[in-house]
Nanobody, 124 residues
Framework: QVQLVESGGGLVQAGGSLRLSCAASGRTLSNNAMGWFRQTPGKERDFVAGISWSGAVTRYGDSVKGRFTISRDNAKNTVYLQMNSLKPEDTAVYYC?????????????????WGQGTQVTVSS
């Protein structure tokens, strides 16, 4: 069984930065695509970023392009989300997800494992 644990969330002012981490345990995910999603109360979970098994291919949601960067360290079984130029509308619970396949997807239902989420709050 795979467990994903997010960390790094918190409260930050608009324009600031945060780095989220997602540590996997249970088995190596070096052959699996990973993704980040976010959700606000009463809304669906939205795609934020995805990364292929090797890290060579990344994709981003339109609202975070140019501000967020996803990366991974397969030796540490960890994926990261560097968030810069944060805006109040980035406030959400951020979830890490893993997919059984090597390529990422923008679709929530294509992911097989999920973390519990970490809260990110951006104040204006």
């Amino acid at each position: 069984q795979v467990q994903l644990v997010e960390s790094g969330g918190g409260l930050v002012q608009a324009g600031g930065s945060l780095r989220l981490s997602c540590a996997a345990s249970g088995r190596t995910l070096s052959n699996n695509a990973m993704g980040w999603f976010r959700q606000t109360p009463g809304k669906e979970r939205d795609f934020v970023a995805g990364i292929s098994w090797s890290g060579a291919v990344t994709r981003y949601g339109d609202s975070v392009k140019g501000r967020f960067t996803i990366s991974r360290d397969n030796a540490k079984n960890t994926v990261y989300l560097q968030m810069n130029s944060l805006k109040p509308e980035d406030t959400a619970v951020y979830y890490c997800a893993a997919r059984r396949l090597p390529s990422s997807s923008v679709t929530e239902t294509q992911y097989d494992y999920w973390g519990q989420g970490t809260q990110v709050t951006v104040s204006s």
